[in-house]
Nanobody, 131 residues
Framework: QVQLVESGGGLVQAGGSLRLSCAASGRTFSRYPMGWFRQPPGKEREFVAAISWSGGSTYTYYADSVKGRFIISRDNAKNTLYLQMNSLKPEDTAVYYC??????????????????????WGQGTLVTVSS
């Protein structure tokens, strides 16, 4: 049984940093596409960042709202996905979810942004940024 478990959320002041983790179990996701999404209070879930591989190269995608501030990465030995969040803003307040694709492939940007691309989801971790 595949499980994705997020951690690292919490309360932080604007301008601060947090690192979210997503630990995968039940399957090795070292070469499978994975992503981060978030759902702000009262809003729809939205894409944050994604990572996939092809031909020995790593491909990352970011939402415009987080580009230059957030970094997606992974530790294959730990089967864990990360999201380093810097220069946090109050509008980054949301429940953050990690997701994984069961298909071994490189995502196009359109695929990475599409929730239906992903087969597995974590339960989410809350990030609150105070002003």
């Amino acid at each position: 049984q595949v499980q994705l478990v997020e951690s690292g959320g919490g309360l932080v002041q604007a301008g601060g940093s947090l690192r979210l983790s997503c630990a995968a179990s039940g399957r090795t996701f070292s070469r499978y596409p994975m992503g981060w999404f978030r759902q702000p209070p009262g809003k729809e879930r939205e894409f944050v960042a994604a990572i996939s591989w092809s031909g020995g190269s790593t491909y990352t995608y970011y939402a415009d709202s987080v580009k230059g501030r957030f970094i997606i990465s992974r530790d294959n030995a730990k089967n864990t996905l990360y999201l380093q969040m810097n220069s946090l803003k109050p509008e980054d307040t949301a429940v953050y979810y990690c997701a994984a694709d069961a298909a071994l492939r490189r995502h196009t940007r359109a695929q990475a942004l599409d929730e239906s691309t992903y087969d597995y989801w974590g339960q989410g971790t809350l990030v609150t940024v105070s002003s």
